[in-house]
């Protein structure tokens, strides 16, 4: 699966940004989807997570709230969105798509190991 991100770039605290992610390739093995972050000098994290039938949707606790992760997988378009609410300087860092063929992704939806599949990121910055 390729995954390609869009629609980072700066915002200011309470504002708001929604993300894009196109998947190609092996569509039909994803299981789940993803978004991560990385700020600098920090462990990649697990921002909200969502299975391919939307069963399965998690959040970090420190985003519940403010953002929603969805997804189309309507006309083949196989897309996933986090739209982003009231934004903190602290969600400040480079977000990731991540798409999963595993079967087990829905039981650890937020955790890296799960996910085979990355996009390049998106940064965020929020002043």
Known sequence: VQLVESGGGSAQAGGSLRLSCVA????????????????????????????????????????????????????????????????????AAMYYCAASSRSFCTMTILGKSAYDSWGQGTQVTVS
């Open 24 to 91: 190609s390739g092996a569509i039909r093995r994803r299981v789940c989807m993803g978004w991560f972050r990385q700020a600098p000098g920090q462990e990649r994290e697990g921002v909200a997570g969502i299975s391919s039938d939307g069963d399965t949707i998690y959040y970090n606790d420190n985003v519940k709230g403010r953002f929603t992760i969805s997804q189309n997988n309507d006309n083949a378009k196989n897309m996933v969105f986090l739209q982003m609410n009231s934004l903190r300087p602290e969600d």
